[in-house]
């Protein structure tokens, strides 16, 4: 297994401004993914980082609101940009250490606010 | 990818077994089930993964019928600890197939 570090783990945000998160890996991996957890419900996946590349983002995400930097193999950064209340959510990144996208390893997320 | 269909919400006492059932009518052939337990404030954790017929680890077992359209998720002799929401996905163990969690089962466990 991998061990994954958020931070923050939360924060209380004013709505129109941007917060960073970060995600730190315990070893190299491909390919770290983001997903957005609204309160009650499940994980609705954001994109997908592989370092070197710009992310790949799903149906609904756009680079512009949720930018992601993948610098080297253990890192990542999600920022949520231009925030409103519907953007409160837990951010989770996770990694695919085996090849298989179904066998992931999630860090603890980011809980955040919009006020 | 495959749709899952699984039950919203169970309840179950201490000690107990438990059975979470998931129908995937739509299954692939290159397609494997893969389990996940969500305890409150953290992320996913993955716990079983299986292809046909039974699957076990410390954690749970795994059976798959032959035709493969449904799956169990059994954990034996459960604890308030195992209070959890548990999903189930389908699909093929590659990095091009993206895993898409759906509303999972809501476990309750009672003393």
């Known amino acids: 297994s991998a061990v994954i570090s958020q931070k923050p783990s939360r924060d209380i945000c004013q709505r129109g401004t941007s917060l960073t998160i970060q995600c730190q890996v315990d070893?190299?991996?491909?390919?770290m993914f983001w997903y957005r957890q609204q309160p009650g419900q499940s994980l609705t996946l954001i994109a997908t980082a592989n370092q070197g590349s710009e992310a790949t983002y799903e149906s609904g995400f756009v680079i512009d609101k949720f930018p992601i930097s993948r610098p080297n193999l253990t890192f990542s950064t999600l920022t949520v940009s231009n925030m409103s209340p519907e953007d409160s959510s837990i951010y989770l990144c996770?990694?695919?250490?085996?090849?298989?996208?179904?066998?992931?390893?999630f860090g603890p997320g980011t809980r955040l606010t919009v006020t | 990818l495959a749709k899952t269909t699984q039950p919203i919400s169970m309840d179950s006492y201490e000690g107990q077994e438990v059975n979470i059932t998931c129908s995937h009518n739509?299954?692939?052939?290159?397609?494997?089930i893969t389990w996940y337990q969500q305890f409150p404030s953290q992320g996913p954790r993955f716990i079983i993964q299986g292809y046909k017929t039974k699957v076990t680890n410390e954690v749970a077992s795994l059976f798959i019928p032959a035709d493969r359209k449904s799956s169990t998720l059994s954990l034996p002799r459960v604890s308030l600890s195992d209070t959890a929401v548990y999903y189930c996905?389908?699909?093929?163990?590659?990095?091009?197939?993206?895993?898409?969690f759906g509303k999972g089962t809501r476990l309750h466990i009672l003393p």
């Open positions: 070893s190299q991996v491909t390919m």
């Open positions: 996905l389908v699909g093929a163990m590659n990095r091009d197939d993206k895993i898409i």
């Open positions: 739509n299954i692939a052939t290159n397609d494997y």
């Open positions: 996770s990694v695919d250490r085996t090849g298989s996208s179904y066998e992931q390893y």
